[in-house]
């Protein structure tokens, strides 16, 4: 399964994980967070970044940002289309709703391989962001939290917004629909996460391993050098 984490800077989402999966054995989570590309990444196709960190079978992946950055921080500052050296065609006026095609198409591919794709979009109001961001100057065990492009990205509001709602017309999906969490208040937005992940799990209703028949007379054999031990 993998867990797909959206939302603009101070929503909650490292306590959404950090909370969320506390419970869980963490050999079974795969936690990936995604900065600013590197320039290996930069020389590979936009989502291959993403795919390469797809979590094996059997364990629970967690995207921390996504393969919708390239959607949202990359329409917000288009200056990062140059710096991917996209042909001339890859850039026209229907980038984004090219881009929306080529994401929903790798996630039903993800879906048909068997991992289930779950998306969470934290929904952080600009008052909320504000007084997050204010409390991580004024207090001093929430310094190392603030930097100062989280005031850079917050004058983008507005655009923000716009992508946001333009990935969520566009990327929701049958099979990998949009779950858009209300973050103001970070005991609910932990709640609701829970509640969706468990809700994804009980659909997938992961079963321990079946042993074949070799694997069974191993058992046994394994059983009566046991038995006979003095």
């Not at 929503?11 to 590197?38: C, E, I, L, T, Y």
């Not at 992508?163 to 970070?186: C, G, R």
């Not at 009980?202 to 694997?215: C, E, R, T, V, W």
């Amino acid at each position: 399964m993998l867990v797909v984490l959206q939302a603009l800077d101070a929503a909650g989402k490292d306590g959404a994980v950090k909370h969320v999966m506390s419970g869980v054995n963490p050999q079974g989570v795969w936690v990936r967070s995604f900065k600013v590309p590197s320039p290996d990444e930069i020389n590979h196709d936009y989502l291959w970044r993403y795919t390469r960190e797809l979590p094996p079978r059997g364990v629970i992946g967690i995207y921390n940002r996504s393969h919708y950055e390239e959607v949202l921080v990359v329409r917000v500052h288009p200056e990062n289309l140059d710096r991917q050296h996209l042909p001339v065609e890859a850039r026209g006026k229907n980038v984004w709703e090219e881009r929306f095609r080529a994401i929903n198409e790798w996630e039903a591919h993800l879906t048909a391989n068997g991992i289930r794709v779950v998306k969470i979009f934290l929904n952080l109001s600009r008052d909320e962001q504000r007084k997050r961001l204010l409390a991580r100057i004024d207090d001093p065990s929430k310094n190392w939290k603030f930097s100062a492009a989280d005031l850079v990205e917050r004058a983008h509001w507005d655009e923000y917004q716009h992508a946001y709602s333009e990935v969520l017309s566009h990327t929701s999906t049958a099979q990998a629909p949009w779950h858009v969490i209300p973050a103001d208040h970070k005991w609910f937005a932990r709640v609701a996460v829970s509640a969706v992940v468990v809700d994804a799990l009980a659909a997938i209703d992961p079963q321990f391993p079946k042993l074949g028949p070799a694997a069974h007379a191993d058992l046994e054999k394994a059983r009566a050098q046991l038995l006979a031990e003095k």
